[in-house]
């Protein structure tokens, strides 16, 4: 499974901006994805998930400004980024867990650079 994520950029705080990220290769079923982030500061944190079922689950810093979301095939998970803060800067990484009838593996993206700007 590989993931491609895309999106990221530099937007001026108090905009929008979009993360996208598309699973493809010998895809069985994939359960839950997410979207983290990681500054030089902190490590890794979890952003936002959402399960098959399309129940989502988000980090306090970000609840009510972003939103989650998978299209219909669920290999492409979404996240809408409004009222961005200059510390919601950082790399942001989607992962997915795939599912096989003998394993759940997670897989990461590579990560596409958002900086919002004060």
């Known amino acids: 499974v590989q993931l491609q994520a895309s999106g990221g950029g530099l937007v001026q705080a108090g905009g929008p901006l979009r993360l996208s990220c598309a699973a493809s290769?010998?895809?069985?079923?994939?359960?839950?994805m997410g979207w983290y982030r990681q500054t030089p500061e902190k490590q890794r944190e979890l952003v936002a998930t959402?399960?098959?079922?399309?129940?989502?689950d988000y980090a306090g810093s970000v609840k009510g400004r972003f939103t989650i979301s998978r299209d219909n095939s669920k290999t492409t998970v979404y996240l809408q980024m409004n009222s961005l803060k200059p510390e919601d800067t950082g790399v942001y990484y989607c992962?997915?867990?795939?599912?096989?009838?003998?394993?759940?593996?997670?897989?990461w993206g590579q990560g596409t650079q958002v900086t919002v700007s004060s």
């Open positions: 992962k997915v867990r795939h599912f096989t009838y003998w394993s759940n593996t997670d897989y």
């Open positions: 290769g010998n895809i069985f079923r994939i359960n839950d």
């Open positions: 959402i399960t098959s079922g399309g129940s989502a």
